[in-house]
Structure formats: structure tokens, C-alpha cells
């Protein structure tokens, strides 16, 4: 199954057969006192070099969110995105749980955005759904509802066929629902990387729809985090992830995900392997 996300004449495919997407996390003013000073203050220049940044490191999908207490939200995301827009050629993934917000963003959008993100809870989706038929955007589909979130595979797999099923109603296609089984903290419960990764598998195999994950989430609390989210992400692609939010500019993250597209057979010739090679190779000899 393909989801297809667009900014002008620029297309990223989500896919199995597929590289692996990043969206790029970095345009979040949440504990980022520099950036939410500039933001609230109507300048843009930080949030233009982020996405330049993101896009130079190789993010596909560049993440938008400005969700500053006591701002006026639909305005600032408005002239986020306006701002990013500006600076780089990429679809964007609106990052807001205000409607009137999203609506602001939709409406100047010139493509196919992403919305981060809907629960299957019953007002989430009367909010989401609508606007996402309207401006005809694909939505990430987060595994909880009312009752929090579901504690097996086979009850996570329930909350997607439930998410996927409401938006079918509202005429959005499986398509462009991508869901997250939620990667929770394995220092609170040793259990918990294990449960969504088979959740993970269970939702691919039954539903076949795209997968994201907000990956670092599962070593909250831990020392050594980069090598425990890298280690989670590979393992995720090989249950169907195919599409993360992460931070691009961390290199071995960057590596660790060509390593896997590479394996997955999506790699032609392996030459995007070889390229990064070389430009590691090049950096390395240049700081010596």
C-alpha cells in the first residue's frame, strides 16, 4: 500500500517496496527556549535554518509544530509553514492538535500534507477526519482512545481497524491513514518495545497500511538512548515500519537506516550506500 504526499511538484511515496521516510522532528519549540522565543515573536529565521538543516541531512518530510502556550496558534502555524515553505521543497507533516490551527495551515498548503496526528478517540476524529477530506491529507493514526491505550497486540490492532474504519467513512481512503502503534518506555516496563513491535506486525499483516513511530520514546529515562533508538528502529522495519519521526541530523540514525534500506532490497545497486560512504569518507579526511 502507498500513501503519497506532495508539496507542489515534489513527491514523497511511503511504501514498503520504498526507502524508508523520515520526517524530520526538529521545526518543535517544546523545551526549546531559543526557538519558541523567536517563534512568539513573529521571527522565522530559526525555523527556516532547521529546515534547511533537515533537508541537507536527507529528511524527506519535514515536521511543523507551534505550540507555544498563550500564542495564537492558528497564526503562528500559518507562518511556520509559510516560512518553511519559503526555505525548502518538501512535503510537510502539520503537527497540531488545535482544529482551528490545522485548518490556518491546510488552507495555504499547495499539496498533499500530512496530519500529526488523530486518536481513535471519537472527538479527535470528528475534528481530524473532516478537515483531512476537505484539504485532501493523509493523517497519522496514534493507537488510543477512550480507554488509553491498549495493552496487547490484538487489542492495538482493534483501535486501528477502528481508525481505518472511521476514516473510510469519511471517504479518506486506508491509503492515507498511517498508524502508530506507540513505542513506550522500556526502563517503566521491560515488556512494552516488545508489545508494540508485535503490534507493529500484527496491524501489517492484517490491515497492510503504513506505519510510523515516534521511535526515541522507547528509551525515555535510559542512558546510552542513541544506541538503544537505533537498534529499536531496525527492528521495526523488519515489522513493517516505513516511516519515522526522528531527527535527520543525527548521522549514525541516517546510517542506520540506509544499512536498512539496503537490506530490505530497496537500495538499487547499492548506491545510495556507496554515496553516503563516500561522503562519510570525504568528512572524515576533511577533520583530520
Given at each position: 500500500m502507498e500513501t503519497t504526499l506532495t508539496f507542489k511538484d515534489k513527491k514523497t511515496t511511503i511504501s514498503p517496496s520504498h526507502r524508508f521516510v523520515i520526517i524530520g522532528e526538529r521545526i518543535n519549540p517544546t523545551r526549546r527556549r531559543k526557538l519558541a522565543e523567536s517563534m512568539a515573536n513573529g521571527d522565522f529565521s530559526l525555523v527556516q535554518d532547521e529546515a534547511r538543516r533537515q533537508a541537507e541531512a536527507g529528511a524527506q518530510v519535514l515536521d511543523v509544530n507551534a505550540g507555544i502556550p498563550g500564542v495564537d496558534e492558528p497564526s503562528l502555524l500559518r507562518g511556520a509553514v509559510e516560512a518553511v515553505m519559503e526555505a525548502v521543497s518538501l512535503p510537510l507533516c502539520l503537527d497540531t492538535a488545535n482544529p482551528e490551527a490545522l485548518r490556518a495551515a491546510l488552507e495555504i498548503y499547495p499539496g498533499k500534507a500530512l496530519i500529526n496526528s488523530t486518536t481513535a478517540e471519537v472527538s479527535m476524529m470528528e475534528r481530524v477526519f473532516p478537515l483531512a477530506k476537505k484539504f485532501g491529507a493523509a493523517v497519522i493514526g496514534v493507537i488510543t482512545d477512550e480507554t488509553g491505550i491498549p495493552a496487547t497486540p490484538e487489542d492495538r490492532l482493534?483501535?486501528?481497524?477502528?481508525?481505518?474504519?472511521?476514516?473510510?467513512?469519511?471517504?479518506?481512503?486506508?491509503?492515507?491513514?498511517?498508524?502508530?502503534?506507540?513505542?513506550?518506555?522500556?526502563?517503566?516496563?521491560?515488556?512494552?518495545?516488545?508489545?508494540?513491535?508485535?503490534?507493529?506486525?500484527?496491524?501489517?499483516?492484517?490491515?497492510?497500511?503504513?506505519?510510523?513511530?515516534?521511535?526515541?520514546?522507547?528509551?525515555?529515562?535510559?542512558?546510552?538512548?542513541?544506541?538503544?533508538?537505533?537498534?529499536?528502529?531496525?527492528?521495526?522495519?523488519?515489522?513493517?515500519?516505513?516511516?519515522?519521526?526522528?531527527?535527520?541530523?543525527?548521522?549514525?540514525?541516517?546510517?542506520?537506516l540506509l544499512a536498512c534500506d539496503l537490506l530490505m532490497g530497496r537500495d538499487e545497486y547499492s548506491m545510495r550506500w556507496i554515496q553516503s560512504f563516500r561522503k562519510r569518507s570525504q568528512l572524515a579526511g576533511s577533520t583530520r
Open positions: 482493534a483501535v486501528a481497524r477502528k481508525l481505518v474504519q472511521c476514516a473510510g467513512d469519511y471517504g479518506i481512503p486506508p491509503e492515507d491513514i498511517i498508524i502508530d502503534c506507540l513505542a513506550l518506555t522500556v526502563g517503566a516496563d521491560h515488556l512494552a518495545g516488545r508489545i508494540t513491535l508485535d503490534s507493529m506486525q500484527l496491524v501489517q499483516q492484517e490491515l497492510g497500511v503504513n506505519l510510523s513511530l515516534g521511535a526515541s520514546n522507547v528509551s525515555f529515562g535510559l542512558p546510552d538512548r542513541k544506541l538503544i533508538n537505533m537498534a529499536y528502529l531496525a527492528l521495526a522495519i523488519g515489522r513493517g515500519l516505513t516511516i519515522a519521526i526522528t531527527d535527520p541530523t543525527v548521522s549514525e540514525i541516517q546510517t542506520t
